[in-house]
């Protein structure tokens, strides 16, 4: 795929997690695409993935299922 940032073939996609808010607003959102490239090295989203994730955070009551969410400190 073509990198967005470098123009060229070294873009892959990638899924992560990430997460929106904090405690009773925590929203965590799983197997967002985004694209990294070994050339340049920039991590980023596509548009239309902004878009997705504004509209599932706006609509998080029809998209979330409830979890338990152990976290851990890395220090």
Known sequence: MICEICGKDGGRIRRVSRSYGKGINLLIIENIPVVNCSICGETYMAAE????????????????EKRNIPVADFA
Request: hydrophobic letters at 40%; a positive charge; proline letters at 0%.
């Open 49 to 64: 993935t902004l878009h997705e994730i504004e509209r599932i955070k706006l609509h998080r009551q029809s998209f979330a």
